[in-house]
C-alpha cells in the first residue's frame, strides 16, 4: 500500500463525509473500512476525522473566547488558596493526607488563640477541601530538598550478650510505653572532635515522639536525656530498643532498665529497618528541622533544647501521622494498608491503657496551645541555633 501524504488523505475523508453522515450504521462501518485501507488511518482517527466539522468547531472557539474559561467554574479562589498555604506552613507542609486530617483541628486552636482572621466561608471551604484538592492547590509552593547525613554509629560490644534482638515477642505493642531510640548526630562534614547530638525516642503504638540535645556521645549525656525524656511522656515507659552503639550498649543503661524493670532488647547491626519507626522521624522532626550543620558546646545544647521545647509541643499535638496496619503479599506486589491520619495527642486520647488523669492534663495543655505561637517560637529559636552553627571546612 502506497503512503499518502496528510493532503491526500483528508481529500479522501471530504469525499466521502456527506456519505458518511447519511449512511446507516452497516454502511458507516464499511466506509471507515474502505477509508482505512486506503489511507492507512487507524478507525477511531478516521471516524473522528470524519465527524469533524470546521465551522461548527470556529463557532464553538469564538463562543469560548467570548465567554472566558470553559468548564467548571472554580470553587476556590485566592482567599481559600492564601488561607491554605498558612495551615500548610503551620503543619510543617505536610502532605495533603495528613493535612485533611488535622484541618479542623488547627484551625479551631488558630480561632480559640484569636489567630484565624478569614470568614466563615472560606473557613467552610477549607474543612471540606479533600486531600487531593489540598496537593493540588499547594503544588506551585512545594520542593524537594535531599540532604544525605554521616553515620556516626560505634559498634558496643560490652553485653551484647545479654541484651536480647527485639523480634516482635517480648513487646506488647498494643499499648502505648515501648519506645525506639536513636542518636542524630549533628557533625557536619566531618566526625572528628566533639559535637552536638540528638536523642530521638519515639513511641510505636502512639507516634509519640521526644527529642533533647546532648553535648556528645559520652554515656553520661546520653543516659541524663533519657531519663528527661521519660519524665516528659504522657504515659509509662515500659521498654526501649535502640541500635548497637556504645551510647546505648553499657552497663549503666543496662542496669537502670533491670532495676527499673523496663524491657531492653537491641535491633540487628546494620538493620535500619529495625528501628524503622524512630529511623523516620530521625529525617521528618530531626533532620528537616535542624538540617546537617555541625554544632559544639553546650550554647548549642541549650539553643537546640530550647528549639525541641517548641517542636515537641508542635509535633505530638498538631501533626497527623499514618501508622501501617497490614502487610501483605501478592505474588511479587508488597501490599501495605495505613490506618487514617491522627495526631499522636489524639491517638494517646484514644488508648485505654493511658490513665484518665493523664489524658485530662493532655487535654489541658492541648487547650492551652496556639500553634501560631508554637510556630513564632520555633523560628526564632531555630534563627539563634543557625548562628551557633560552626563553619564548614
Known sequence: MVKLSMKARMEVIER??????????????????????????????????LGWNEAKQTSQMRNAKAKGRRGRKKKYGAEEAEALALLWALMDCACGK????????????????????????????????????????????????????????????????????????????????YMEIDLVAHCGATTAGDYVNTLDA???????????????????????????????????????????GSEFINAELFRYCANEGLAFTRSRPNRKNDNCHVEQKNW??????????????????????????????????????????????????????????STPYERVLNSPDVPEEAKARLRETYRSLNPAALVRGMREALAKLMALAMPQQ
Open 16 to 49: 466521502k463525509r456527506k456519505a458518511y453522515k447519511k449512511a446507516t450504521k452497516k454502511g458507516k462501518g464499511e466506509i471507515l473500512d474502505s477509508i482505512c485501507e486506503t489511507t492507512g488511518l487507524s478507525r477511531d482517527r478516521a471516524k473522528r476525522l
Open 98 to 177: 495528613r493535612m485533611a486530617s488535622g484541618l479542623c483541628a488547627m484551625i479551631g486552636a488558630l480561632a480559640r488563640h484569636g489567630e484565624w482572621s478569614y470568614d466563615a466561608e472560606t473557613t467552610s471551604k477549607l474543612k471540606a477541601m479533600s486531600a487531593p484538592t489540598i496537593d493540588r492547590l499547594l503544588h506551585k509552593h512545594k520542593a524537594d530538598m535531599i540532604f544525605k547525613g554521616k553515620t556516626t554509629t560505634k559498634p558496643g560490644t560490652m553485653l551484647k550478650k545479654n541484651i536480647p534482638l527485639r523480634r516482635g515477642t517480648e513487646w506488647d505493642e498494643d499499648k502505648p510505653g
Open 202 to 244: 519515639t513511641d510505636i503504638k502512639t507516634g509519640w515522639t521526644e527529642t533533647a540535645a546532648v553535648l556528645n556521645k559520652a554515656q553520661k549525656h546520653v543516659f541524663a536525656a533519657l531519663k528527661g525524656i521519660r519524665a516528659a511522656l504522657p504515659f509509662e515507659l515500659s521498654g526501649i530498643d535502640s541500635d548497637n
Open 284 to 341: 521528618h522532626v530531626v533532620r528537616r528541622n535542624i538540617g546537617y550543620n555541625r554544632y559544639e558546646g553546650g550554647t548549642a545544647v541549650a539553643a537546640m533544647n530550647e528549639y525541641y521545647s517548641f517542636l515537641r509541643l508542635h509535633t505530638n499535638f498538631f501533626m497527623p501521622q499514618s501508622k501501617l496496619v497490614s502487610k501483605s503479599r501478592d505474588g511479587s506486589r508488597v501490599v501495605k494498608r495505613y490506618d487514617g491520619p
